[in-house]
């Protein structure tokens, strides 16, 4: 056996016997403590409730019912029933002629066609960005160049027998036109006049320019930006998206172009002669002329 068992063989015992001389000085003696009591109190959660509770009651009221044997009807009222049950507003109107009022969520082209004609607006909650809202194919073939988005209107049109779409729709506005109709010339002159009080005036409305085409540029993804004569020192420039690459990609400088979008910035001129810029976005084009 090697000396270290050996060693740890004849120690152990009185490690033993020191442990437990150690427990008894330490406390082996003394008297058990009685613990503490706890001074919390068991909470009965029943009793805290009233013994005649009731049930929590859902406050929310149901939807308003329409009334479908009516040929007039709000667009949020329709979109929201036929959303509650489409089979049973669809057997019902169906088919039928209906007058719709509400305000635009869009205007414009169907993005699946290249042709003019059978063009769509959609009513709902103006409120919700991207709302699906009501499907309507105007029989005008360009419904934009009158109506803009929050445009209140009233739609009459033929409703769908399977989807939530007007066919053969036409549309009359309710009250004035917030597209603002100018002269890309008339434009830069007032902001070349007074431009704080021009920004103030167009920040924030669609706006419908006609002007002479300098310059056509369509990047790699078909969005295009056209440049219209202003004055000496004023530009405008008409930015489209994709969408529109085939309503601009034959335009040329010469041209008289139409388009209508929102008023987005206006850069002044600089120091360095670079002249002076009005930016209009999400330009839907109207016409162009040579």
């Known amino acids: 056996m090697s000396l270290f068992f050996t060693s740890r063989a004849k120690v152990f015992p009185w490690l033993m016997l020191a442990t437990c001389l150690f427990a008894a000085g330490c406390g082996g003696d003394q008297p058990k403590q009685k613990p503490e009591a706890k001074t919390e109190e068991k909470v009965d959660k029943a009793s805290d409730e009233p013994a005649n509770a009731q049930p929590a009651v859902d406050e929310t009221p149901p939807p308003r019912a329409l ?38 969520t869009d205007c414009g082209h169907q993005l699946d066609e290249e042709t003019d004609g059978g063009q769509l607006i959609r009513l709902g909650d103006p409120f919700v960005m991207f709302s699906s809202g009501l ?3 105007t029989k005008a073939e360009k419904p934009w160049a009158d109506f803009y988005r929050g445009d209140l209107v009233v739609v009459t049109g033929r409703l769908s027998e399977y989807e939530l779409v007007l066919f053969d729709s036409e549309v009359e506005l309710v009250g004035e036109p917030s597209i603002v109709t100018i002269a890309a010339a008339d434009l830069a002159t007032e902001f070349s006049f007074d431009a704080d009080r021009a920004f103030e005036a167009y920040d924030g409305w669609p706006i419908k320019v006609t002007g002479e085409v300098l310059n056509i540029a369509i990047n790699e993804q078909g969005a295009a930006n056209v440049l219209l004569a202003g004055n000496d020192d004023i530009r405008i420039s008409c930015v489209c998206s994709a969408f529109e690459f085939h309503r601009v990609r034959d335009a040329a400088p010469g041209d008289q172009f139409t388009a209508v979008g929102a008023f987005g910035d206006f850069f002044a001129s600089d120091d360095a002669g670079q002249g002076g810029m009005i930016e209009i976005y999400s330009c839907t084009p109207i016409s162009i002329e040579r």
Do not use: H, W, Y
């Open 67 to 104: 009334d479908l044997t009516q040929n007039s009807f709000m667009a949020v009222d329709l979109v929201e029933s036929f959303d509650n049950d489409p089979e049973g507003l669809l057997n019902a109107l169906g088919g039928r002629t209906i007058e719709i009022s509400g305000a635009l």
């Open 135 to 137: 499907k309507c194919l």
